[in-house]
């Protein structure tokens, strides 16, 4: 045998086994496709699933229950992967599993239960946003969300967003992680009349902090209508002039609004769009 035939049979045999490797290497590590991922969307960063489609919220699952089944379910799809993997710029550790009250598993981020729309036909759509005004597109940085429940206060009566007693759902304001916010009625327009210097009474009636960026809103609820004051060194933010507040008896549990009731109705409020403006 001619020796540069035998070294071009070399070569050739040492390639093959190189892509023989790197081909079983493939197949041991797979590339890792995200359960869901953060895409770029007509309002901004939203979480998507399945083929890019866009994730949402419900107002009424503030608690950390799903409330939407039957023909709702039908519209709105649950969310829902075993095995959970998440793309570039999320947290694994912000998501979870719930057991709906039909024995479905669900997969909820920050405590709320994900869903997509039936009426977004492509990825990117976003459709389902601000639909009945309870439906929210899926971000991770939100500043405020929507809730819609009945409201309990802490003397255990059902009150109604006008703060008399009664039955029904109310829209209302809450942190991204469902937790109730609060207005105070003897409050005026940025300025909190609570707040004791020495935040001695900052226990009952905590300051709802944030950062003096903004972060995302719903779409059903102005920009305009959030800013921030400086109370004692610290920031608190404001919807439509109003300083929003904790109540500390909630205990920080998601969708509790005992606070409506206390010393009486009317005087810790909550608010949503059709709150009035804060008097100068």
Request: include cysteine; hydrophobic fraction near 35%.
């Amino acid at each position: 045998m001619k020796p540069y035939v035998y070294v071009n049979r070399l070569v050739m045999l040492t390639a093959l086994s190189v892509v023989a490797l790197l081909s079983c290497k493939d197949e041991e590590n797979p590339t890792t496709v995200a359960s869901v991922e953060l895409s770029t969307t007509t309002l901004g960063n939203v979480l998507t699933g399945e083929g890019g489609k866009t994730l949402y919220f419900f107002a009424p699952d503030v608690a950390g229950d799903a409330n939407c089944s039957g023909t709702c379910k039908d519209n709105w799809p649950i969310f829902y992967q075993e095995t959970l993997t998440v793309g570039k710029s999320l947290k694994a550790s912000d998501f979870s599993t719930i057991t709906r009250a039909d024995g479905a598993k669900q997969t909820t981020f920050k405590g709320w239960p994900l869903y997509y729309f039936k009426n977004d036909a492509k990825a990117g759509d976003v459709a389902g946003e601000n639909v009945g005004n309870v439906w929210m597109v899926a971000k991770p940085n939100y500043t405020v969300l929507l809730a819609s429940r009945q409201l309990v206060g802490n003397d255990g009566k059902n009150y109604t967003f006008d703060t008399k007693e009664g039955t029904g759902n109310s829209l209302f304001l809450t942190d991204s992680l469902g937790r109730t916010l609060y207005a105070f009625a003897f409050d005026k327009n940025k300025v909190n009349k609570y707040t004791k210097a020495d935040f001695s009474n900052d226990g009952t009636w905590p300051i709802f902090q944030t950062s003096s960026t903004i972060g995302e809103i719903p779409s059903a609820l102005k920009r305009s209508d959030f800013a921030t004051i400086t109370v004692f060194g610290k920031t608190q933010l404001t919807y439509k002039g109003w300083p929003l507040y904790y109540f500390g008896s909630d205990n920080g549990q998601r969708g509790n609004t005992k606070g409506v009731s206390v010393p009486r109705p009317g005087v810790w409020p909550v608010v949503n769009a059709t709150s009035v403006d804060a008097p100068n």
